[in-house]
């Protein structure tokens, strides 16, 4: 294989890994939305107990038999696969309990933090180039998640933290997916998440499940600590399509860093958050004000950048992992 053909197989990986992390992120937008929507009325480790039997059940009964089949299951790299998913579970739950008490649209912003993250971290652990053009888009979208956080006045509220501090655990779980990639599956990869869901979410269903905790008066505390309950009959279809879309997503978004630089593909998750915009308007009501526009807007404006910079230099070169 020639130098070029070479160079356009390595441009076509990257190009399917942006739209695979692009797919991700709208099937994550409805699985955000729709837990926020049922978090009133039922316990958070209770939905995502559900939300995981659907997704394995998908995974295992229809994606694995597509994908290789069944021996995807079988890892050599379990402490790897236990790391990754304990940061996945910690990222998720920390986002999910800040859903209950916080407009859905802050919440995903103040999230867009991780990107940022797994751009520094890539550098650090993966030994990515990144160039001052690109830190400057990353800066860009770092201010509009601190407009967003609006540290030190009034308007500030202790459990915007929460996804704060779920981003970080988010940017591990890429970096070690990058680590793992080469060996792999995205299958595989997306498996061992929902092992780790199911089995956190039952351990917390056998210690809190019986509301005992809950009734503090607190939206994020008690999405976390109430009681288990029947769900009613029109909340089954949202359930079932919060195990679709975790199980697709997840899938998605383990390909898309699989097939691409961790920092290249980062970005791309700024898709998210026109979704988590209209979501927030359109079914919670939840306008954001202008302080939360202007974040918003310095986010996405270093997002598209970043993807701009990204599409030029695709134009000229093989891109980043040809410079490796």
């Not at 299958?187 to 089995?199: E, H, K, P, R, S």
């Not at 009681?227 to 383990?254: E, F, K, T």
């Amino acid at each position: 294989m020639t130098t070029l053909d070479t160079n356009a197989a390595e441009a076509r990986s990257r190009i399917t890994g942006i739209l695979c992390i692009m797919g991700g992120m709208i099937f994550f937008s409805l699985n955000d939305m729709s837990i926020k929507f049922l978090s009133g009325g039922y316990a958070l480790h209770q939905v995502v107990l559900i939300r995981t039997a659907f997704a394995l059940a998908v995974l295992v009964g229809l994606v694995m038999p597509f994908r290789g089949g069944h021996g995807q299951m079988l890892t050599r790299r379990p402490g790897a696969h236990f790391l990754r998913g304990v940061c996945v579970v910690l990222a998720n739950m920390l986002f999910f309990v800040a859903l209950a008490a916080m407009p859905l649209a802050e919440a995903v912003a103040i999230s867009f933090v991780s990107p940022l993250l797994i751009t520094l971290l890539s550098v650090l652990f993966l030994g990515e180039k990144v160039g001052p053009r690109r830190w400057v888009a990353v800066g860009l979208g770092l201010l509009g998640v601190v407009v967003i956080l609006r540290p030190g006045t009034e308007a500030f509220r202790p459990v915007a933290i929460l996804p704060l501090l779920g981003a970080v655990a988010y940017a591990m779980v890429n970096i070690l997916t990058r680590r793992l990639g080469p060996t792999e599956s995205a299958a595989t990869l997306a498996f061992y998440i929902q092992i780790t869901f199911a089995a956190v979410s039952a351990a917390m269903g056998l210690t809190v499940g019986d509301g005992r905790f809950a009734g503090t008066g607190d939206a994020s505390l008690d999405f976390l600590l109430r009681a288990w309950v029947w769900p009613q009959p029109r909340d089954w279809p949202i359930l079932v399509m919060l195990g679709l879309a975790a199980a697709i997503g997840s899938l998605l978004v383990a390909q898309g860093y699989r097939l691409c630089e961790a920092a290249l593909a980062a970005p791309f998750e700024y898709s998210a958050m026109p979704l988590a915009v209209f979501w927030g308007v359109v079914v919670f009501g939840e306008w954001p004000d202008a302080v939360a526009w202007t974040g918003i807007a310095l986010i996405l404006g270093g997002g598209l950048y970043l993807i701009w910079r990204e599409t030029l230099k695709g134009r000229v070169s093989a891109g980043p992992r040809a410079r490796r």
